[in-house]
């Protein structure tokens, strides 16, 4: 059996810092105090006008390719996970194939919303576990979510940001990939989202009047509990499928919603707080990419993992989609 690695990884934050401050201003309250003390946002990056969801992506992209002496003509396969795609159709991997000059590579999207890059890396490992003839896989998640804010709902308005992380995949003498595992509640499928655009409401006249042009909204609440409920069960359901335990994983990287969700969950399963690592402080939350943005910035800072750790992602996000992947850091 082939065995998929992680050969390097690349993020990007837009150089525009927004402050709690200036998106206060921005809807009219004051937000700034609860966001820091119960979510662990202090400020956020916004892309340029000019700049969209694959232009981040590709600037990530580069930085991968340069750690790992790999050129874009070499990629087998871009799989893009996003849900601000720069178009409804064609998919936002094309045209990153086009930026990148990735001219050899077959690609396509993933939309799992939040849990979109955690999902995206399995495919990519698998497709290398089952292609022969593949070498490189580009597993990338985009975010543009400043793009559909809407600064009449605080709860929402003062969360969102831009970003862009991915992962070079590659093939290895030891193993890398190790397990994953899928979870879904899709009962939850109408709470969270961008609801206006798509075929269910498409943007007639008649339906903008009505709800407004794409935003991204709250229509209704999930439990508070949620991922405290879940994130066990998903985890363990991975890690089970390798004989490893919660103490086993060296690296935890979750979804960059919420610190106070990391911090209950890292006591919950009796782990140092030590093992995972955080960015939301400074780049907000970016949805997909958040998790191996995470990885990249911890990897830059001097605290990512060695050789022979084991590091686990763990993602939810609308739907609700929800993925865990464990790999060994070769």
């Known amino acids: 059996m082939r065995s998929p690695i992680i050969l390097a990884t690349g993020s990007y934050a837009p150089a525009r810092v927004v402050t709690n401050a200036e998106v206060d201003a921005l809807l009219g309250a004051s937000t700034d105090q609860w966001l820091v003390e119960n979510v662990g946002i202090r400020e956020r990056r916004w892309m340029a006008p000019e700049q969209t969801t694959s232009d981040l992506i590709v600037a990530a992209a580069e930085k991968a390719l340069a750690r790992a002496g790999v050129a874009a003509e070499q990629l087998d396969l871009i799989i893009v996970s996003t849900d601000t795609p720069d178009y409804l159709s064609p998919s936002t991997s094309v045209v990153v194939q086009h930026k990148l000059g990735a001219t050899n590579a077959g690609c396509y999207d993933v939309n799992s919303a939040c849990a979109g890059w955690v999902t995206a890396l399995d495919q990519g490992a698998r497709y290398l576990m089952t292609e022969p003839g593949a070498r490189y896989v580009l597993v990338a998640g985009g975010y543009g979510m400043s793009r559909f804010l809407d600064f009449t709902d605080k709860k929402t308005a003062n969360l969102f940001a831009d970003g862009a992380g991915v992962a070079l995949l590659g093939v290895g003498e030891q193993p890398g990939f190790l397990a994953s595992n899928l979870l879904a509640v899709g009962s939850f499928h109408d ?110 800072q001097g605290k990512g993992p060695q050789p022979g750790d084991v590091i686990l992602f763990c993602a939810s996000g609308g739907g609700i989609t929800m993925a865990a992947s464990v790999w060994k850091w070769v």
């Open 191 to 300: 709470a969270l989202g961008i609801y206006t655009g798509g075929a269910n409401r498409p943007c007639t006249p008649e339906n903008v009047a009505q709800f407004g042009g794409p935003k991204v909204e709250f229509v209704k609440k999930f439990p508070k509990t949620f991922n405290t409920d879940y994130w066990p069960r998903l985890m363990q359901g991975a890690l089970d499928k390798v004989g490893l335990s919660f103490d086993d994983v060296n690296h935890y990287y979750f979804t960059q919603l919420n610190l106070r969700t990391i911090e209950a969950m890292m006591a919950l399963i009796r782990q140092p707080l030590s093992k995972t690592h955080w960015v939301m402080d400074k780049w907000g939350y970016t949805g997909s990419p958040c998790v191996v943005m995470a990885l990249d910035d911890a990897i830059t």
